[in-house]
């Protein structure tokens, strides 16, 4: 059992009084659980996993049981790069084993590249993709991904309106790379799309397990074992879930482009493809506010790093929130990960 389910009702309201000078009555009044608190202290800064002085001090008056637990869980992490989750103060017997979990030692952990498309005028212009329009929007989910990426403790490279062979140069030079002294890769790439490929700002196709192969073990063998994780916004067909008015990011092309979906990932350990829609789907984004996806994405890892959660279990959550919204997208995500993926804060290693 975790901390926030051994707050009984009783003690819930006693700490929601304690910290009516902290948290607004607003906020207050809307937490109907201990984690709601949590994530309330998380916001404002005043609850970290090496910042544990607001919990101490509430459970000093209200829980001496759990005060025990919070101090056992201090002395157990301290020194330690990645702590565990703070809501999740599991007993020593309880803890996930480290053969469990990817390691996340290094700072930064490793690079995230952003390959953000905005710009097709070129494609208009000299290859007849007509319909191709600019990505307005995209901005804000370049944005988002370079604000918790780095949050994360990642070092952001980022790259901008690329063609077909701009995208395969860029990333068969990232795989190119050494990456012993990092934990981790990750690739977020924005574009428009259509089945099983992303298209570069001249309208030219590039399939996308061309581009996650180039992390295989035979062709980047430092990055043997450590996760590869890519996120990918941009349409897999031209079907609508339901019918909208927002933008999407196919590309209405007459492409006969069309690779499996289980061809998207190499079949070997430690891959992670997060697509923001299904096989023969639109993928819709806001041209004020960001895509749907993208902008879910990096909400729930915003909210859930500070607890320890895995990548798997934050994009089930994304999955839910996206396909409530009225247009019903369905976010799909493939995975041959063989631990759990557990990101770390930054805390105090600036990434870029």
Do not use: W
């Amino acid at each position: 059992m975790n901390l926030s389910e051994e707050v009984t009702t009783d003690e819930l309201k006693r700490i929601k009084i304690s910290l009516s000078e902290d948290i607004s009555k607003s906020r207050i009044d809307k937490a109907r659980s201990m984690l709601d608190i949590f994530t309330e202290l998380e916001k404002k800064a005043m609850l970290q996993e090496d910042k544990l002085d607001k919990l101490k001090e509430i459970f000093t008056e209200i829980n001496r049981n759990l005060l025990e637990k919070i101090l056992t869980y201090e002395e157990r992490n301290k020194g330690m790069k990645c702590p565990g989750s703070i809501v999740n103060l599991h007993n020593e017997d309880k803890s996930l084993p480290s053969e469990q979990m990817y390691e996340m030692k290094n700072r930064p952990h490793g690079v995230c590249i952003i390959i953000n498309n905005y710009n097709f005028e070129t494609a208009r212009e000299n290859y007849g993709f007509k319909n191709m329009k600019d990505r307005k929007g995209t901005e804000k989910d370049e944005e988002s991904l370079r604000s918790v990426f780095s949050e994360l403790g990642f070092k952001i490279i980022l790259h901008k309106d690329l063609t077909g062979n701009g995208i395969r140069q860029t990333i068969q030079d990232h795989s190119e790379q050494t990456y012993e002294n990092t934990d981790c890769f990750i690739c977020c790439i924005l574009s428009h799309g259509n089945k099983g490929v992303i298209h570069g700002t001249d309208g030219q196709s590039v399939a996308i397990c061309d581009l996650t192969s180039c992390f295989k073990r035979s062709k980047c063998p430092s990055i043997a074992g450590k996760p590869k994780v890519f996120f990918i916004q941009a349409c897999q067909g031209d079907k609508y879930q339901k019918e909208v008015q927002v933008g999407t990011d196919v590309c209405n092309d007459n492409s006969k482009c069309d690779v499996s979906k289980t061809e998207l990932i190499p079949n070997e350990p430690d891959f992670l493809l997060g697509m923001a829609t299904t096989h023969d789907h639109v993928s819709l984004r806001h041209k004020e506010e960001g895509s749907f996806y993208i902008q879910s994405l990096c909400r729930q890892l915003k909210m859930s790093f500070p607890r320890g959660e895995d990548i798997q279990s934050i994009l089930i959550r994304v999955n839910n929130e996206v396909s409530r919204k009225r247009a019903l997208q369905m976010p799909q995500p493939c995975t041959t990960l063989c631990k759990q993926l557990i990101f770390c804060p930054a805390a105090n290693h600036p990434a870029s």
